[in-house]
């Protein structure tokens, strides 16, 4: 009940924030990350809020409620630290090595890493029913996942979505429950 209430909350900010920037003449599309622009790293956060146009968001939308309520279900906390590295993660990562003179924002980049957290984690953590939705989830969303890592696509960001991708990944490990961490140990 707590992660779907989380996950409408969150996704009722994004329209309201996407509300607010259509409504100020697109004010809050400066949000977004310019590489290597020391002053832009304040937007590395703000970044993954951010969307450009309601097309944009509402693409966004239904990948992000389902992932995130499905890595919402392992705990609040839990989800709330893979989301916060994710985030930094993509964020720092297109900063780094986007194309200059770009603006990149929006939720894709955690879409990618929240898909790359739920395809691992059960394997990491060793639990069948993890394993289950990973494989479910490569399923349904593993065509769109690689068309969206690939730098044909103008105007999409592939660096965004590689990068949530590798940091989901690497929340998994990094924030694997404790039972896996001792089974991994011995």
Known sequence: MAAGKLMLAWIALLWLLEVVDVLSGHALDGLG??????????????????????????????????????????GLRRFLLVCALIVLVDGLGVWLIAPAHT??????????GLFGFLLVSGFVERRPWGVLVGILIAAIWGGSILAGLAPT?????????????????????VFRRRAARRALAS
């Open 33 to 74: 990350v310019t590489p290597r622009t020391p002053s832009e790293l304040v937007d590395v956060v703000p970044s993954a809020f951010i969307h450009f146009g309601f097309a944009h968001l509402a693409a966004n939308t239904v990948p992000l409620l389902v992932l995130g309520f499905l890595a919402a279900l392992a």
């Open 103 to 112: 603006n990149t924002a929006g939720a894709s980049g955690l879409i990618f």
């Open 153 to 173: 696509q103008t105007g999409v960001s592939w660096q965004g979505h590689l990068l949530g991708l590798l940091a989901g990944v690497a929340a998994a490990f």
